[in-house]
């Protein structure tokens, strides 16, 4: 297992943690579940860059880095709307284009075909983790700025699914 691959390992052993301390009635505990969760997203950022600089793309990391990212973001969306900061039509949507598209690039690896990650797919990424990094923030008089972010993040999470479609049809066929 190369660094990049031992670093994203490393982002699916961090979701215990930030799930313990966001449930946890622990001291400053939704502070560490946000130092986890940032962490844990910087570590997306970091795998891939090491991955393509030092030429340490593998097939295992094709399919742990998206999961690592999925299982990150999708429990910490679960738990805002346990607590009631996140509308769960937001995550619905949000979990049915990630199914959607998971099993879009199911279809095209049994064909042997490898759809990469679009910009769009990484803009989604990055979109969903600020939504996240923001729940954690009460803004006050100005809290809708958590609904525009969630709206924004919807749409592009949208957007992203359909470019991978309409990019990538001729799987299907």
């Known amino acids: 297992m190369n660094i ?18 966001m449930y946890r009635d622990v001291e400053y505990g939704n502070y560490i579940a946000l130092g986890i969760f940032i962490v844990a997203s910087l570590t997306d950022m970091i795998d891939g860059f090491i991955a393509r600089k030092c030429n340490m ?23 805002f709307v346990e607590k009631g900061e ?7 949507i949000i979990i049915f284009r990630e199914f959607a598209i998971t099993g879009f690039r199911t279809i095209a690896a049994a064909n042997n075909n490898v759809i990469a990650a679009s ?20 803004f006050g008089n100005i809290n809708y700025i958590k609904d525009i972010l969630i709206y924004l993040t919807v749409a592009i999470t949208l957007v992203s699914g359909l470019d991978y479609v309409r990019k990538n049809a001729h799987v299907i066929k």
Do not use: C, E, H, Y
């Open 4 to 21: 990049a691959n031992k670093i994203t390992f490393l982002r699916i052993l961090m979701i215990p943690f930030f799930l313990f301390f």
């Open 57 to 79: 793309i593998t097939n295992l990391g094709k399919f742990l880095d998206p999961l690592a990212d999925k299982i990150l973001v999708i429990s910490a969306m679960i738990v």
């Open 86 to 92: 996140l509308a769960s039509w937001a995550v619905i």
């Open 119 to 138: 910009n769009w797919g990484k803009w989604k990424t990055v979109t969903q983790m600020a939504m996240i990094i923001t729940l954690f923030f009460d």
